[in-house]
């Protein structure tokens, strides 16, 4: 019984890590510098959606921007160990509100505003000209096929900025979609 709690468990952590979609998009904050583990193993993204230039996504991890601050915004992805690793992304937006973002992506009507499928272990993402009430997607993924891998995703530069409010713990979207509703 003990064997089979531990194997639900720690399934249960590999889904967590590697199967986010649209509605379990986290938010970003700049300043922060975001890592994430990815285990070994393909986890394909839905057949679904639109990914751009990515032939497809595999152990996926969805971001939110909110645009607090008008202007560009440059990311760096990396992964590491880079040997052997690859990184992808593709950025969607812009939205007027978080709803609307995620019924866009899955009905292959978003804009895409930035993508990148290479078999590079380090990308850079560019959102031009974002202002400040706007909404962003950003979706990385990566094949780690033979190691685990750690996935860093940080804003580099530019002048735009995406703040978070004070006092929010859980930066989930569907969270800040509640949080928008209690304020208003």
Do not use: H
């Not at 998009?25 to 679904?48: D, K």
């Not at 939110?64 to 969607?92: A, H, K, Q, R, Y």
């Not at 706007?134 to 703040?163: H, K, R």
């Amino acid at each position: 019984m003990k064997s089979i709690l531990t194997i639900f468990l720690f399934t249960i952590g590999f889904l967590s890590f590697s199967q986010e979609n649209c509605a379990s998009a986290l938010r970003f904050c700049t300043g922060t510098t975001y890592n994430y583990p990815v285990l070994q193993g393909n986890i394909s993204a839905p057949t679904n959606i639109d990914y751009g230039c990515i032939d497809s996504a595999y152990n996926q991890r969805y971001y939110f921007l909110e645009v607090s601050f008008s202007g560009s915004f440059n990311f760096n992805i990396d992964v590491t160990p880079t040997s052997g690793s690859d990184v992808d992304f593709i950025v969607w937006g812009p939205f007027t509100s978080l709803a609307e973002s995620c019924t866009q992506i899955e009905n292959g009507i978003a804009l895409q505003e930035d993508c990148s499928y290479s078999s590079s272990a380090i990308e850079i993402a560019t959102i031009f000209e974002a202002l400040a009430g706007e909404f962003y997607i950003m979706l990385i993924s990566t094949s780690a096929q033979s190691q685990d891998v750690s996935v860093n995703l940080t804003q580099t530069s530019g002048p735009g900025s995406c703040d978070c409010p004070v006092g929010i713990t859980e930066n989930k979207l569907g969270s800040a979609e509640k949080l928008q509703i209690l304020v208003r």
